[in-house]
């Protein structure tokens, strides 16, 4: 386990946060989803809120930690593509390639099935695995992130806050469309209406890259007014879904505070990231420090793997649970570990960063 000791502790400890919690919303799936996609009520749906609300907030934290480290994109755009896609394209498709043959040997679909899902991979994850729509996204800011960079490079301060306010401004559209079912040019003929290109994930990487720019060194005011954003976005994001259980049918209709895309839920995100982001360890070759550290490392491979693992405890263990009260924290500590114990174990074979990243 070869780190090296210039890592930013505060941030690896972002990612290990952000990929634990992934799996921990993974995990609460089995009790609020039912067939279908419609929403299992009761008590288990109460605590997976309970769990799970700041949940929400993983995947935003990858996406700023991406803009933090990918932003500005300098050199050309060649090798920075073949070394970004050798790192996340290839294992990406491999694994798409493993979960088509695991529902085979799951029994779910026929071998022609995995055949032909294998070859569906350019279209659309290969196979119903809903947690690799995230690299999709990836790829796209990917993509974007050399056109986007001379602006950031030659932007001022004020103009980077002028496209974040903007795109603060849109992550209120799924609140607004409560009571307008289309605003600022939307209609069924015309998908790209007013603000369309301030919306989506791209915020959250620039919001990354400002944060690096700005704020990257230690403010007093950043640990408060985290916990301030954290507790407040939290909120509005468990009372939604709390409200909405009793009455929703759909879980597209129940998770609408739980949606990448709103104000909460980049509050949150925003909130964990000051608070941590420079927290430091006395002793960077200690255990902890060597583990996160490695961890954070790995968490690419972690996601990638987790739902076999997922659900290969949840069939073995759920006899001996009587509810997600107990079993969503448990099982997701479960297959975090187990996880990072796979992932750290394929790390020796030869090539294995085209299987982990």
């Given at each position: 386990?070869?780190?090296?000791?210039?890592?930013?502790?505060?941030?690896?400890?972002?990612?290990?946060?952000a990929?634990?919690?992934v799996i921990q919303v993974?995990a609460g799936?089995?009790?609020?989803?039912?067939?279908?996609?419609?929403v299992i009520?009761g008590?288990d749906s109460?605590?997976?809120?309970?769990?799970n609300?700041?949940?929400r907030a993983?995947?935003?934290?990858?996406?700023?930690?991406?803009?933090?480290f990918?932003l500005p994109?300098?050199?050309e755009?060649?090798?920075?593509?073949?070394?970004?896609?050798?790192r996340?394209?290839?294992?990406f498709i491999?694994?798409c390639?493993?979960?088509?043959?695991y529902q085979f040997?799951?029994g779910?679909?026929d071998f022609?099935t995995?055949?032909?899902?294998?070859?569906?991979?350019?279209?659309n994850?290969?196979t119903e695995?809903?947690?690799l729509w995230?690299?999709?996204?990836?790829i796209g800011?990917?993509?974007?992130?050399?056109?986007?960079s001379?602006?950031?490079?030659?932007a001022?301060?004020?103009?980077?806050?002028?496209?974040?306010a903007?795109?603060?401004?849109?992550?209120f559209?799924?609140?607004?469309?409560?009571?307008f079912n289309e605003?600022?040019?939307?209609?069924f003929?015309?998908?790209?209406?007013?603000l369309h290109y301030?919306?989506?994930?791209?915020g959250?990487a620039?919001?990354g890259y400002y944060?690096?720019?700005?704020?990257n060194k230690?403010?007093?005011?950043?640990?408060?007014?985290g916990l301030?954003?954290?507790?407040?976005g939290y909120f509005?994001?468990y009372?939604?879904?709390?409200?909405r259980?009793?009455?929703?049918?759909?879980?597209?209709d129940?998770?609408?505070?739980?949606?990448?895309?709103?104000?909460n839920v980049?509050?949150?995100g925003?909130?964990?990231f000051?608070m941590l982001?420079?927290?430091e360890?006395?002793?960077?070759?200690?255990?902890?420090?060597?583990?996160?550290?490695?961890i954070?490392?790995?968490?690419?491979?972690?996601?990638l793997?987790?739902?076999?693992l997922?659900?290969f405890?949840y069939?073995?263990?759920?006899?001996?649970?009587?509810?997600a009260?107990?079993?969503?924290?448990c099982?997701a500590?479960?297959t975090?570990i187990?996880?990072?114990l796979?992932?750290y174990?394929l790390s020796f074979?030869?090539?294995?960063?085209?299987?982990?990243?």
């Amino acid at each position: 386990m070869e780190i090296s000791s210039k890592r930013n502790f505060g941030l690896d400890l972002l990612r290990v946060i952000a990929c634990y919690l992934v799996i921990q919303v993974h995990a609460g799936e089995f009790f609020y989803i039912g067939e279908g996609g419609t929403v299992i009520p009761g008590i288990d749906s109460f605590w997976v809120n309970v769990y799970n609300s700041v949940g929400r907030a993983a995947v935003p934290l990858f996406v700023m930690l991406t803009g933090f480290f990918l932003l500005p994109v300098k050199g050309e755009m060649k090798p920075f593509f073949r070394k970004r896609f050798s790192r996340v394209l290839i294992p990406f498709i491999i694994w798409c390639a493993l979960y088509a043959f695991y529902q085979f040997f799951m029994g779910k679909v026929d071998f022609q099935t995995a055949c032909i899902n294998v070859l569906k991979i350019v279209i659309n994850f290969g196979t119903e695995v809903g947690h690799l729509w995230y690299v999709y996204m990836l790829i796209g800011l990917y993509l974007f992130a050399p056109i986007i960079s001379p602006w950031i490079q030659s932007a001022s301060r004020k103009s980077i806050e002028f496209f974040l306010a903007i795109w603060a401004v849109t992550l209120f559209l799924p609140y607004i469309h409560l009571v307008f079912n289309e605003v600022w040019g939307e209609c069924f003929w015309n998908p790209t209406p007013m603000l369309h290109y301030f919306t989506g994930f791209l915020g959250y990487a620039v919001l990354g890259y400002y944060i690096k720019a700005y704020w990257n060194k230690p403010q007093k005011w950043n640990f408060p007014v985290g916990l301030l954003l954290l507790v407040a976005g939290y909120f509005v994001t468990y009372y939604g879904f709390s409200e909405r259980l009793n009455t929703s049918e759909l879980v597209s209709d129940l998770e609408l505070t739980w949606g990448y895309g709103t104000i909460n839920v980049a509050m949150m995100g925003l909130g964990l990231f000051l608070m941590l982001k420079n927290v430091e360890i006395n002793n960077s070759d200690s255990f902890v420090g060597r583990i996160v550290t490695d961890i954070s490392l790995k968490s690419y491979g972690m996601y990638l793997l987790h739902i076999m693992l997922l659900n290969f405890f949840y069939t073995y263990l759920e006899p001996y649970f009587s509810g997600a009260v107990s079993f969503v924290p448990c099982l997701a500590v479960i297959t975090f570990i187990a996880s990072y114990l796979v992932i750290y174990a394929l790390s020796f074979l030869p090539k294995s960063k085209y299987l982990i990243g």
